[in-house]
């Protein structure tokens, strides 16, 4: 079964995401950036969902980390933010994300295709 680390600090998103992909998924849970660098590096996912706006650390910082480190720098990161709303897909695809997801989740299928499409990609790395 695939790993997938959620890195979010709201606990109804948190809740939400886990229970879209819970059925099909094995979920490791982080709500901030530091104990998800820590996880990750410990029990590597195949994919990282990752919020921008974490406490101590933003997901903007927590994915240098993880494009900087050798082991890690591959798996696919999907943005998982309000902020794409705003800022823009682009920007975020620009800084070295695989992708985007814009939360509130509001359509379970446009989110579960994101999922799959960053798994198909990594897949072709392996």
Partial sequence: MK???????NPD???LAHTILEDDFEI???ADG???LAG???????????????PGMDGVEVLRHIRADETLSR???IAFST???????????????????TKPII????????????????????
């Fill in 3 to 9: 790993k997938i680390a959620i890195v979010e600090d």
């Fill in 13 to 15: 998103n948190m809740l």
């Fill in 28 to 30: 490791a849970e982080y």
């Fill in 34 to 36: 530091r104990e998800a």
């Fill in 40 to 54: 990750i590096r410990k029990n590597k996912p195949d994919l990282i969902l990752l919020d921008i706006s974490l």
């Fill in 75 to 77: 798996l696919p990161v």
């Fill in 83 to 101: 902020h794409i709303m705003t800022e823009g897909r682009e920007k975020f695809l620009n800084l070295g994300f695989n992708d985007c997801i």
């Fill in 107 to 126: 359509d379970k299928n446009i989110f579960s295709d994101a999922v799959k499409r960053c798994l198909m990609v990594e897949d072709e790395y392996s």
